[in-house]
Structures are given as C-alpha cells and as structure tokens.
C-alpha cells in the first residue's frame, strides 16, 4: 500500500511539473527543449486595438491572481502594475511579399538601432547616489553617452500612461500610449501646439488643458546636467511671454536626436502623471513640439533607463527602485502583458521561482543594464566560445533581435542546426539578418531545442519556445532561428526583447540585480 501510495505521489509530482513548465508556452518535452505551434509565431493583426487603461486587464486575472492584484492596487506607495502590450500601429501586410518587405524593413530598424547602440560616445559615468531616496532622486551630474538611433515599430512593446490633471478642459489630461525602453532615459509625449509632428492615434497632450503642468526654468538642475546625463545634451534656454501685460518667463528646451535620424525637442516640463493605480506629482518629461521618426502611433517613449531623469529613478522614493515587466508572445491585440513599478511580487504570475544574477554598471555606457553571461546551452548540450564571458551582455526592451558574440553565435547556431536539422526541415534562404532559415511548410508544430543562459552567480535563462523562431512567410516555408551575429567579437551582445518573452524580468536598481522566471504573459 506505501509502495503504491509513494508512486501515486511521484505521478502526480512528475505531472504538476509538466503543467507548472508548460506554462512559459507550447507543449513541453523536456526544460531543454519544447514543442512549439506555428501558429504562436504568425504576426497577429493588432492594429485595430486601442490601447487603454481598462478594467479589462482585471478581468483577465481570475482567483488567487485577481485577488493579489486588488491587494496591490491599496499599496499604490509601494507597488503599481501596468498593462503592457505588443505595439503594431498597423495590421501585418496578408500579401506575402508585402509582408516579407514589411517585416523586413522592421529588421532593418532593428538592425540600426542594434549598431547605434555600439557607436556610442563612450563618457564616465558614476553611480554614486543611486538610492531609493528623495535627495537620489534629484540629485545630478551624470556624464551619459550620447541617445542611440532607436526604431519603434511594430516589434516594440508599449503600455498607456496618463499625463496632466485638473483644469477645465479634458484635453490637459487623457491617456497616452507609449513605447517601453529600457535603453532610454527621458520620457516624452507630443504636445500642443505641434509645430511639426507625425501621426498618432491619441489626442495630442495640451498642457493648457492640465492646472498641474509647469515649465522647468533654465537654473533648474533638471535642466542642465540631468538633462545633459539624460540626452547627451544639456537643455537650452528661451524666454517667453511679455506681449499683452504678461510677465516674461524663461524655459528649459531640451533636443534628443537618435541615431536614425529621428527626433523629439520640446520644452522640458514637469506634471502629474498616472501610472496604473499610482500618481506621480512634479514628474519630469519632455513636451514635444517638434518630433519625426519611426515612433508608430504612439504618443512618445517612457525612459526606464538609469539615469536621473529615467522614469525608475524620479519614482523611486515611491517604488524603490524596482520594476519588472512580462512581455506577451502573442501578437494580437488582445494579449496584454505587465509593467509593474515597484518590489511587491503579489502581482507576478512566474511558474518559476526568480534567479537573480548581478547588474553590471559599465562606466563606459551608462545608462544600460548589463550582465555576465558566463555559459551557454542549445537543447542540454553546453556550447564553448571564446565570447562566453568576455564580455557585458545589454538587456533592452527596446532592441528586437539578440545579438551575440561572432564565436558565440556560430557555436549556438552550429549546435541548433544539428540538433533541429536532426529532422530533416530543409534548408531556406536567410531572411535580413536572420542567416539559419528552414522550410516548415505542411508542419503544424516541430520540436524546438532551447537555449540557455548561464548568469554569475548561478542563475539560468531558458528562452521561451516562441522566442527561439522568427516567422518570415506566414506559410512557413521560411522560418530562421531568432538570433544574429554582432560583426566584431569585441561588441556589445544585446539580450533583445524577442528572446525575453513570456519571462518576467526584474530590474532592482538598489540592489544591483536582474532577474528572470518563466512566466505566461499573455494575459488575455
């Protein structure tokens, strides 16, 4: 009866595994490898979906969950959660060579912002003062390298913030879609009135419209090295008014220009701004009034970098500076991932426990989050490169693709070619920047070896299923493994969001540590 009874046990433990792992996506064959559905990959059309602050996102979290979350929301001095969503300003071309032209084109912004990324103006940088305190958190004089050139387009995720309160037009305060960055500093909306500006799907912010909003002045040390450790450049100053009786006042500009040509400037402002459950009174942002670039139809860009001005620093007396995030695999506009602001882990739904690894500050490139990978393995099969642990990784939320190491990726290339090429998929031509392609037409799910990450410190990165492939043609016949080489071995290797799906990544700035968990992100 013991014997039977201890069995039984075993069963049922080997099974609560199997669902608890199951959970990251796709059908599990081993934590090494895992069976995944074409259909996961195929570029959703979520084009016709707003983005907003509803209370839809609640209704999608049910039991232990929904109660957690309400549980946090009366903790808004410690915690706030966020809906986070795949941005796509359009619906994916059905065409299959318009498809393959716009998908292409989105890997080529990819592929610029990825090489900006190593061109930066390598300045000194100190981290003295990065605590969770009021004085930290006003506190300047970052030396920063200069904004990379960053491409935002449908492959970017984006969540809705709301900007502006009281006063007696509702134009001041409304909610406003924004990409997620975690390579950026200085978060920026378009504003009224728009002396040059691209299309987007929310009403312009009008500061008019908001009792809260006020100009920084130029003797502000937000304007001067904040600003300049925020954007590269310090803020210029213009005085105004005088006409009809009224008092001259002199404001803060502030000029981003990113690699690709792309710019936001505007006058540099502070306000109330709504995140979640949470408002935050005096927050610095950029108003800008004349802005062109590849931003989608969002309003602007949330700066979850490090330095001063960063979103996560300004809030940190309030949520002690840390955040995470889940980013959903699906496409459509009806998975909803999180941002959450703030320690509180009530809110998480990981199927894993979260293994932490150390953040590395490189004085060299300030504003990033950085890691020591120190191994790798394709399937359970460890790969050995001269690039393992040579050098920083870059975790962004902002790059698509990862990029490694030219030893690193040919040896994690090799070893996914022979164990995925074990099934006979034939061969397809490389698609961008993506060079180790196959032919999966008439298969409606295959076998997908995982890579690994090994951190300092012990902690492991399994890739989700879906972030292990990229789909080209949405019939299949061309699907490449999602990873690219950087050209040279002594470059930056980036962690891109593509391969941080359905994880849930924590970033704790006080405590000098990232973490990651399997976690099933698509809320809908």
């Not at 410690?78 to 795949?86: A, N, R």
């Not at 300049?228 to 803020?235: D, H, L, Q, R």
């Amino acid at each position: 009866m013991d014997g039977r009874l201890l069995l039984l046990l075993h069963v049922l433990a080997l099974l609560l595994l199997a669902v608890v792992v199951a959970a990251g996506g796709g059908a599990v064959v081993g934590r090494d490898s895992a069976v995944l559905q074409l259909r996961e990959l195929q570029w959703g059309l979520s084009g016709q979906v707003r983005y907003s602050q509803s209370k839809r996102f609640e209704k999608k979290m049910t039991g232990e969950h929904k109660k957690a979350a309400a549980a946090a929301r009366t903790r808004t001095r410690s915690t706030t959660v966020l809906e986070l969503k795949h941005h796509s300003l359009t619906a994916i071309p059905d065409h299959p060579a318009a498809q393959e032209t716009y998908l292409r084109r989105l890997l080529a912004a990819d592929e610029a912002r990825a090489n900006s990324l190593q061109l930066r103006n390598k300045a000194a940088f100190t981290q003295s003062g990065k605590k969770a305190t009021a004085a930290a958190a006003a506190a300047a004089g970052a030396e920063v390298p200069l904004t990379s050139g960053i491409r935002f387009q449908t492959l970017n995720y984006v969540t809705t913030i709301a900007l502006g309160g009281g006063g007696s037009s509702r134009a001041g305060a409304g909610n406003l879609t924004v990409i997620v960055d975690t390579g950026s500093d200085l978060t920026w909306v378009q504003c009224k009135p728009c002396s040059v500006c691209y299309a987007q799907r929310d009403p312009l912010f009008d500061p008019s419209g908001s009792a809260s909003y006020a100009a920084v002045p130029c003797n502000a040390s937000a304007c001067e090295a904040s600003l300049k450790a925020a954007t590269g450049v310090p803020g210029s100053c213009a005085t105004v008014g005088g006409g009809g009786g009224g008092g001259k006042s002199e404001r803060c500009y502030y000029s981003l220009a990113y690699g690709d040509g792309s710019f936001s400037r505007g006058v540099l402002a502070t306000d109330t701004v709504a995140l979640g459950g949470a408002s935050v009174d005096g927050f610095v942002f950029g108003c800008g009034l004349s802005n062109r670039g590849l931003f989608g139809g969002t309003a602007g860009l949330m700066g979850l970098g490090r330095t001063e001005l960063s979103l996560v620093s300004q809030t940190a007396p309030r949520f002690g500076g840390v955040f995470s995030y889940c980013l959903p695999a699906a496409t459509s506009g009806d998975a909803a991932g999180s941002l959450s602001l703030g320690g509180d882990t009530s809110s998480y739904r990981n199927a894993t426990p979260v293994s932490y690894t150390r953040m590395v500050a490189d004085p060299a490139q300030p504003p990033f989050y950085f890691m020591n990978v120190t191994g790798a393995s394709v399937g359970g099969a460890a790969v050995a490169a001269a690039g393992l642990g040579a050098a920083n990784v870059l975790l962004d939320s902002g790059t698509v693709i990862t990029r490694l190491a030219p030893s690193v990726y040919r040896a994690v290339r090799a070893e996914f070619a022979r164990q995925f090429g074990a099934e006979r998929y034939p061969a397809a031509p490389p698609f961008s920047l993506l060079d180790a392609c196959y032919n999966l037409t008439g298969h409606d799910e295959v076998k997908v070896p995982l890579l690994t990450l090994r951190l300092e410190g012990g902690a492991d990165m399994t890739l989700d299923a879906a972030g292990m492939l990229f789909m080209a043609r949405k019939d299949g016949s061309q699907v490449c493994l999602a990873m690219a080489s950087l050209s040279f071995e002594d470059q930056t290797p980036i962690l891109g969001n593509y391969q941080q799906k359905n994880k849930r990544v924590v970033y704790d700035t006080v405590g000098s540590r990232l973490g990651f968990a399997d976690e099933d992100c698509s809320y809908a």
